[in-house]
Nanobody, 133 residues
């Protein structure tokens, strides 16, 4: 049974930082696409960042580019989201997500991960991030 368990959500002031963690069990994260999504109240879920765990290539939504960093630790079978310079509009529930399949590097054009190439099939339960002004 696949489980993705997020942690690290908290309430912080604008300009602060948080680091979210996602620990996987029953799921091998060594060569696949994983991502962080978020959903604010009354809004649709949106993609924040993707990583192809085998090579470490990443993709970011424009709204977080330069402020958020997604990373992966094979030994801990986990991914992370470092969030810096947080803004009130970053307030949301953040979800860890994983591809349905393992992926070879040749699957990605030029080895670069892109959202349309990731077939998300597994979700965590979410962790709340609240940023106050």
């Amino acid at each position: 049974q696949v489980q993705l368990v997020e942690s690290g959500g908290a309430s912080v002031q604008a300009g602060g930082s948080l680091r979210l963690s996602c620990a996987a069990s029953g799921y091998t994260t060594s060569s696949t696409c994983m991502a962080w999504f978020r959903q604010a109240p009354g809004k649709e879920r949106e993609a924040v960042a993707y990583i192809y765990t085998r090579t470490g290539t990443t993709y970011y939504a424009d709204s977080v580019k330069g402020r958020f960093t997604i990373s992966h630790d094979t030994a801990k079978n986990s991914i992370y989201l470092q969030m810096d310079t947080l803004k009130p509009e970053d307030t949301a529930t953040y979800y860890c997500a994983g591809d349905k399949f393992a992926r070879a590097a040749s699957f990605f054009v030029g080895g670069r991960v892109t959202p349309e190439k990731c077939e998300i099939g597994y979700w965590g339960q979410g962790t709340q991030v609240t940023v106050s002004s």
